[in-house]
């Protein structure tokens, strides 16, 4: 493939398009929007008959927030997504002892931990907002070296 600029021919180097690189990178930094109510509940944000996508950071708080909400093994018939979710659903209804919330953190961290896009988490705080109703609050850091926070009802 040649392009001519300014009278200059110049070859660019061809784009493996089935390469893994290529696949990983394409879908790193885009995701379908995610909007809030008033309740706390989220759904897909379409408009005009069609789904919103979203990049960046944005899509990175949107990626944590998709991993959280999903019950782990929701999508196992999907071959993409094995052993994709968060398992706090399943604690959810356990008394409230130190080890439930601490098994509520090792789950959150391991969730997002899984995520190729995260490469550190920086702290996460389980918010009771009242019996068995909680909510986590997250910070990470990308790949990218950006941060990022956000808050989810669980």
């Given at each position: 493939m040649e392009?001519?600029?300014?009278?200059?021919?110049?070859?660019?180097?061809?784009i493996d398009?089935?390469?893994?690189?290529?696949?990983?990178?394409?879908?790193?930094?885009?995701d379908?929007?995610l909007v809030s109510d008033?309740?706390?509940?989220?759904d897909?944000?379409i408009r005009?008959?069609?789904y919103?996508?979203?990049?960046?950071?944005?899509?990175l708080q949107n990626a944590?927030?998709?991993?959280i909400l999903?019950?782990?093994g929701?999508l196992?018939d999907?071959?993409t997504?094995?052993?994709f979710?968060?398992?706090?659903h399943?604690l959810i209804k356990?008394?409230?002892?130190?080890?439930?919330?601490?098994?509520?953190?090792?789950?959150?961290?391991e969730?997002?931990n899984?995520?190729?896009?995260?490469?550190?988490?920086?702290w996460?705080n389980?918010?009771?907002?009242d019996?068995h109703?909680?909510s986590?609050e997250f910070?990470?850091?990308?790949?990218?070296d950006?941060?990022?926070k956000?808050?989810?009802?669980?």
């Amino acid at each position: 493939m040649e392009l001519e600029k300014l009278g200059e021919k110049k070859t660019m180097l061809p784009i493996d398009t089935s390469s893994y690189d290529y696949k990983f990178n394409k879908t790193l930094n885009e995701d379908v929007k995610l909007v809030s109510d008033e309740y706390g509940k989220y759904d897909l944000d379409i408009r005009n008959g069609d789904y919103i996508n979203i990049t960046g950071l944005n899509s990175l708080q949107n990626a944590c927030i998709i991993a959280i909400l999903t019950r782990y093994g929701e999508l196992r018939d999907n071959p993409t997504y094995q052993g994709f979710g968060c398992r706090v659903h399943d604690l959810i209804k356990d008394n409230k002892t130190r080890m439930f919330l601490y098994k509520l953190e090792i789950s959150l961290t391991e969730t997002l931990n899984r995520m190729r896009r995260i490469k550190t988490v920086n702290w996460l705080n389980i918010v009771e907002n009242d019996t068995h109703s909680y909510s986590v609050e997250f910070n990470v850091t990308s790949i990218n070296d950006e941060t990022i926070k956000g808050e989810v009802p669980l």
